[in-house]
């Protein structure tokens, strides 16, 4: 009995993760793409040095950082799929979903300074809390870069 | 050449599109198949390989908690202590010896009419408690619960639960059980163990325990045949053998019952096959044996 209702909190616990995950997911997809869209003209890339042409423009740190949450039922799919190896497709597209939140998130920042450009953009990603007790995981993605000012638009 | 725009990545690249459940249900299956394929492998080897231990092993490992098997049940114990028996109930006392010295007799007459190895010695126990059980348990241990005693009426119907465990050891059961119980556990364990899945771990090792720790019904059924040859060989018929079990089957739905029904699978069938086999014994009505006087005297009532 001790047994089946365990059995009933898993699956109920599964259930959840997978109805309320899968929302999450296509609703933050569809932002996702929305954004992008409509800061296309906040260019991001990963040169170094800026070129000539931005010679005469003002710079400034930009960062953009999400922290995401692994569900239950990713959590229990990643387990079986640790048994057998492949790919952990619960979590790429987790992943997947938090760096692209991130650029947004910078880009975001870039254009509330007026930037046109944002260059050297890196990626930096740490586990909260190093995931103590085996628990449900939740993870950092940062991204910073440079963002490049036009003289006119300060 | 500098960009005006970010270009437009198509999508499915670094996530796939597919449904995740797909994933998840196919690896849920391939998974369950394998370690229930395993565990069936791994239930025939302890089937074939553990009665090949031999029974001193199994004494000596046993010898080690010997003093302590008397408080062995604490979990059931907690439910008992609701109705303390009296005084001169309690399993120190000169009549709850006596008893179990009465029991260990009865186990005696009845070992000597079972086919066994030279070292297989049965140690029956009575233990205080209301719920109405027996177990048989590695190293020819046998507990009998005081409310069982309370539930028969003959030395018959007695010596037909004694004569069962008697059978359960001799065709090594306990030991089948406990190494099929440990290797699953174990299995569990490398399989689950490293991942953070602490919920799956629990549910299926509690049930992997519930369905493996009990004997299973061709267990019991082999028991049941071993138990009714001795009882033929003592009695010369087996008046009163089905009693126990009769009972058992009348009041199953009781809570009180729930311990054995269990443990012991079955039941139904195994009344019908007693009554069968005691038919062939029944020329005349015989009456059963009355139980052993240090026993009834347990039983009733203190004077006081």
């Given amino acids: ?154 | 050449m500098r960009l005006r725009q970010n270009p437009k990545i198509p999508e499915g690249i670094n996530a796939s599109p597919d449904n995740p459940l797909k994933e998840f249900l196919l690896l849920l299956a391939g998974i369950t198949l394998s370690v229930i394929a395993l565990v069936t492998l791994i239930s025939l080897l302890a089937q074939s390989l553990a009665p090949l231990i031999p029974f001193s092993w199994e004494q000596r490992l046993t010898g080690l908690y010997e003093g302590s098997y008397g408080d062995s049940n604490t979990e059931t114990k907690d439910k008992s202590s609701e109705q303390s028996p009296p005084k001169d109930k309690l399993p120190d006392s000169p009549a709850f010896i006596n008893a179990e010295l009465a029991l260990q007799e009865l186990s005696a007459r009845l070992s000597n009419n079972i086919d066994r190895p030279e070292n297989m010695v049965f140690n029956v126990h009575l233990i205080e408690q209301p719920l109405p059980n027996a177990f048989a348990t590695l190293g020819g241990h046998i507990f009998v619960t005081t409310g069982l005693l309370r539930k028969v009426g003959s030395e018959n119907a007695l010596a037909m639960v004694l004569a069962h465990e008697m059978a359960h050891i001799k065709h090594r059961h306990p030991i089948q059980a406990i190494s099929r119980g440990a290797l699953v556990q174990f299995l569990m364990t490398l399989v689950l163990g490293n991942q953070g899945t602490a919920a799956i771990q629990s549910v299926l090792g509690q049930t992997g325990l519930l369905t493996l720790l009990s004997f299973n019904r061709d267990m019991e059924r082999e028991a049941d045949q071993e138990a009714m040859a001795v009882l033929v060989n003592n009695y010369g018929h087996l008046a009163g053998a089905d009693e126990f079990f009769s009972q058992l089957l009348e009041q199953g739905n009781q809570a009180a019952w729930t311990a054995i029904f269990q443990t012991h699978p079955g039941v139904e069938s195994r009344v019908v096959e007693i009554r069968k086999r005691a038919k062939d014994y029944a020329t005349q009505r015989i009456a059963p044996v009355p139980l052993d006087q240090r026993l009834i005297s347990y039983l009733q009532p203190s004077a006081e």
Avoid at chain 1, 42 to 71: C, K, M, Q, Y
Avoid at chain 1, 118 to 137: L, Y
């Fill in chain 1, 1 to 154: 009995m001790e047994g089946l209702i365990q059995l009933g909190i898993f699956v109920l616990l599964l259930f959840l993760g997978f109805v309320f995950g899968r929302r999450a997911e296509s609703k933050h997809y569809k932002s996702i793409f929305a954004r992008e869209e409509k800061l296309r003209n906040i260019v991001v890339t990963t040169e170094r040095t800026p070129e000539a042409e931005f010679e005469r423009h003002e710079f400034n740190l930009v960062s953009g950082n999400v922290v995401i949450s692994v569900d239950y039922f990713k959590v229990v799919a990643a387990g079986l799929r640790s048994l057998v190896g492949g790919r952990i497709r619960s979590y790429e597209s987790l992943l997947d979903r938090a760096r692209r939140e991130a650029i947004l998130r910078m880009q975001e920042q870039a254009n509330a300074m007026g930037a046109d450009v944002v260059i050297n953009t890196k990626f930096e990603t740490c586990r909260i809390s190093g995931n103590a007790g085996k628990g449900i995981g939740s993870m950092e993605v940062l991204a910073y870069g440079t963002a490049l000012i036009p003289p006119q638009n300060r």
